[in-house]
């Protein structure tokens, strides 16, 4: 089945440094991938929309410049928190679809970020 | 009101429970519907994927929808401790790449 896979699975970083969150899709071609944000107990806010060969598609109140989203090949996108601060600790998820959308979604097993 | 709704729960049900899950939904364009379980820490898990109404069914997991009534449910047989987690529901329009998830109804199976 398609497969994604994310790492880190976790980091702990300091506060002003930036932080590299990579996305594969390891059996599957994925035009497009989406990044999301869940805090403990909440559901996922989708943040951006990665495609490849373009600019991500940032949903309202993600700052784009924060959150650098790249996706420089169909099976690898990448999210960069830049000046990290506390308040962005929480935990990222990226997700792709082998098909048009329709057939499911599959997601990489997040990264728990801290910043310290 | 928003386009997906979940009750969070927590669901505590003794093992061996048929457990039933539902998520309404206002959008009558929704074409496509998931279920995913997310354990603890760990990134969403693809359950079922459903297109338009009817019931599909998948080992102890049969997914229903009924675009009349704009309601989906999961049901799951013979519950296990295992089957604790957070199930998600999510629904997209078909041609559209993006989609709607609700907030997750935490499951509890307890021995």
């Known amino acids: 089945g398609a497969v994604v896979s994310q790492h880190p699975s976790w980091v702990i970083c300091k506060s002003g440094t930036s932080v590299k969150i990579e996305c594969r899709s390891l059996?599957?071609?994925?035009?497009?991938m989406f990044w999301y944000r869940q805090f403990p107990k909440q559901s996922l806010m989708l943040m951006a929309t990665?495609?490849?060969?373009?600019?991500?598609?940032?949903e309202q109140g993600v700052e784009k410049d924060k959150f650098l989203i790249n996706h420089a090949s169909l099976t690898l996108s990448t999210l960069t928190v830049t000046s990290a601060h506390p308040e962005d600790s929480s935990f990222y998820i990226c997700?792709?679809?082998?098909?048009?959308?329709?057939?499911?979604?599959?997601f990489g097993s997040g990264t728990r970020l801290t910043v310290v | 009101q928003k386009e997906v709704e979940q009750d969070p729960g927590p669901l505590s049900v003794p093992e061996g429970a048929i457990v039933s899950l539902n998520c309404t939904y206002s959008?009558?364009?929704?074409?496509?519907f998931m279920w995913y379980r997310q354990y603890s820490r760990k990134g969403p898990e693809l359950l079922m994927y459903?297109?338009?109404?009817g019931n599909k069914e998948d080992g102890r997991f049969t997914a229903q929808v009924d675009k009349s009534s704009k309601y989906i449910s999961l049901f799951i047989r013979d519950s296990q401790p295992s089957d604790s987690a957070t199930y998600l529901c999510?629904?997209?329009?078909?041609?559209?790449?993006?989609?709607?998830f609700g907030r997750g109804t935490s499951l509890i199976v307890h021995p």
């Open positions: 959008n009558s364009a929704f074409q496509y």
């Open positions: 990665s495609n490849e060969g373009s600019k991500a598609t940032y």
């Open positions: 459903t297109y338009s109404s």
């Open positions: 059996d599957f071609q994925a035009t497009t």
């Open positions: 999510a629904m997209n329009l078909g041609g559209s790449y993006i989609p709607t």
């Open positions: 997700s792709a679809s082998p098909g048009l959308g329709n057939y499911g979604y599959t």
